[in-house]
T-cell receptor, first 111, second 115 residues
Framework: QKEVEQDPGPLSVPEGAIVSLNCTYS??????FMWYRQYSRKGPELLMY????GNKEDGRFTAQVDKSSKYISLFIRDSQPSDSATYLC???????????FGTGTQLKVEL | EAGVTQSPTHLIKTRGQQATLRCSPI?????VYWYQQALGLGLQFLLW???????NRGNFPPRFSGRQFPNYSSELNVNALELEDSALYLC??????????????FGQGTRLTVV
């Protein structure tokens, strides 16, 4: 069993939809949680960075962390075709950025 | 402000040769991380350098090695290249110590192809 599980998709939604992306994990030591967006053949771009449980909002993006359930989510409101990319969740226990990544969810937002 | 820069963008090597990949971190960042993104395997942690020292390494053979220079830039060396080493190699930088860390930012990667 992988430490971090993420549905690979692909996920296809119409423009303007609310997108929900999720990851589950097994290591209770994880306390830093990140979401990265990766366009094809490019490096990952940091979208959201959260510490411990709770919600964080930044523009159209909302990240949620539920440590009791070992479950994290990323919500994208008013999705745009430019949001089409692979979304990677990542996490670590602190003391350095040795990140454990999910396999990524491929998202396509259609006109 | 410049982000993390990696060179070269693409690299083609023959099996058995050595490859050298380079990374310049964001100004002010002292930690450099190397990750491998192979097709179908996702991002795998390779190495962590901080203040010129190797702080941690992932589950990779010793032929994957590197170093960090006094200006915090870093090199990743892969010896005795194998076909399975073909992947996108990503460098990230952040400001960390033993007890906490800040956001890690990635470069655009070096695509290594072993033929």
């Amino acid at each position: 069993q992988k430490e971090v599980e993420q549905d690979p998709g692909p996920l296809s939604v119409p423009e303007g939809a609310i997108v929900s992306l999720n990851c589950t994990y097994s290591n209770s030591a994880f306390q830093y949680f990140m979401w990265y967006r990766q366009y094809s053949r490019k490096g990952p771009e940091l979208l959201m960075y959260t510490y411990s449980s709770g919600n964080k909002e930044d523009g159209r993006f909302t990240a949620q962390v539920d440590k009791s359930s070992k479950y994290i989510s990323l919500f994208i409101r008013d999705s745009q075709p430019s949001d089409s990319a692979t979304y990677l969740c990542a996490m670590n226990a602190g003391g350095g950025n040795k990140l454990t990544f999910g396999t990524g969810t491929q998202l396509k937002v259609e006109l | 402000e410049a982000g993390v820069t990696q060179s070269p963008t693409h690299l083609i090597k023959t099996r058995g040769q050595q490859a050298t990949l380079r990374c310049s971190p964001i100004s002010g960042h002292t930690s450099v991380y190397w990750y491998q993104q192979a097709l179908g395997l996702g991002l795998q942690f390779l190495l962590w350098y901080d203040e010129g020292e190797e702080r941690n390494r992932g589950n990779f053979p010793p032929r994957f090695s590197g170093r960090q220079f006094p200006n915090y830039s870093s090199e990743l060396n892969v010896n005795a290249l194998e076909l399975e080493d073909s992947a996108l190699y990503l460098c990230a930088s952040s400001w960390d110590d033993d007890t906490w860390n800040t956001e890690a930012f990635f470069g655009q990667g070096t695509r290594l192809t072993v033929v």
